[in-house]
C-alpha cells in the first residue's frame, strides 16, 4: 500500500520533523509512505474574497499536480465526515482489499482547500471542528494513519 500526505507549505519546526519522522519510520513495515510539500501563496493578511480565491486556486493547481488518476484522495476538510480510529482503521484495510493501495490525503493551506481540490476527493475527512496549524495537522494525521495500521493488525498500541 501506498500512504502520501500531500501539505501545503513547508514543515518548519524540528519537533514536527521528528515527530513525523517517528510515524513514518514505524509505518514503513505497513507501506509506503511519502509527504509531499508543495508551496503556499504569499499572501498579505487582508485579502479580498477575489485575491482569496486566487491564492486558494494556486495553492489547489500545485496540490492537483500531485494526484494521479489511480489514487483515492481524502481532503482534510472541516465540514467533512468525523471518523472514530476504529472506523477509520476499518476503510483504510476495505480500501486495499478493493483495490486502492494509493491513498493520498491533502492537507490545504491556511484559507483551505479549492472546490477543484475538493471536487477530486474521493471522500472529505474532519478531525473536528478545532483549526489546528498545518504542520501539527501533518504529525496528528501521521499518528492516525499508523494507528490504524496498528488496529488493523491487532495490535494493542490503540487500547
Do not use: W
Not at 483549526?131 to 501521521?142: F, G, I, K, Y
Amino acid at each position: 500500500m501506498n500512504i502520501k500526505i500531500i501539505g501545503v507549505g513547508k514543515l518548519k519546526e524540528k519537533y514536527f520533523k521528528l515527530g513525523i519522522a517517528e510515524y513514518a519510520k514505524r509505518l514503513s513495515k505497513f507501506c509506503k509512505f511519502e509527504i509531499v510539500e508543495v508551496a503556499d501563496e504569499k499572501a498579505p493578511e487582508s485579502l479580498s474574497q477575489s485575491e482569496m480565491d486566487t491564492v486558494m486556486a494556486k495553492e489547489g493547481e500545485r496540490i492537483l499536480d500531485h494526484i494521479k488518476d489511480k489514487e483515492y484522495v481524502y481532503a482534510l476538510a472541516i465540514l467533512g465526515k468525523e471518523r472514530t480510529s476504529e472506523a477509520f482503521a476499518k476503510e483504510i484495510a476495505d480500501l486495499g482489499t478493493y483495490g486502492h493501495s494509493d491513498i493520498t490525503f491533502v492537507i490545504g493551506g491556511s484559507l483551505g482547500l479549492t472546490p477543484a481540490v475538493l471536487k477530486r476527493a474521493n471522500a472529505q475527512i474532519s478531525f473536528g471542528k478545532f483549526t489546528l496549524p498545518h504542520q501539527l495537522m501533518r504529525l496528528v494525521l501521521s499518528e492516525q494513519i499508523y494507528r490504524a495500521f496498528m488496529i488493523n493488525s491487532g495490535s494493542p498500541y490503540h487500547k
